[in-house]
């Protein structure tokens, strides 16, 4: 199986900035999709980005052009880079990782999940 394990996480201000880091255990271009993902208590877990093999992105709305998902290949890390830090961005941040198997016909997906890094973005 494959082990994620986040960091990064931490207290800033808002306005504030934070990277953080996601290790895979297995090498993340046999990994058909990394993302990130963000839950507040009280609240559904919600998928902030996302990466795929080619490098294709996407964004929740709501962080758009101030949060940046990119890949180190060779170190088997997805990083997220977040900018302009709001109060409403703190959450537990997961990484994920989708791996698809099986004939075209019928394909099956695992995904796996990082026990998550704090962040919170003081008013």
């Known amino acids: 199986q494959v082990q994620l394990v986040e960091s990064g996480g931490g207290l800033v201000q808002s306005g504030g900035s934070l990277r953080l880091s996601c290790e895979s255990s297995k090498d993340i271009r046999r990994l058909n999709v990394m993302a990130w993902y963000r839950q507040a208590p009280g609240n559904q877990r919600t998928q902030v980005a996302s990466?795929?093999?080619?490098?294709?992105?996407n964004y929740l709305v709501s962080v758009k052009g101030r949060f940046s998902i990119s890949r180190d290949n060779a170190k088997n890390t997805v990083f997220l880079q977040m900018n302009s830090l709001k109060p409403e961005d703190t959450a537990v941040y997961y990484c994920?990782?989708?791996?698809?198997?099986?004939?075209?016909?019928?394909?099956?997906?695992?995904?796996?999940w990082g026990q998550g890094t704090q962040v919170t973005v003081s008013s």
């Open positions: 994920n990782a989708r791996e698809v198997y099986g004939p075209v016909e019928r394909q099956y997906e695992n995904e796996y």
């Open positions: 990466i795929t093999q080619g490098y294709n992105t």
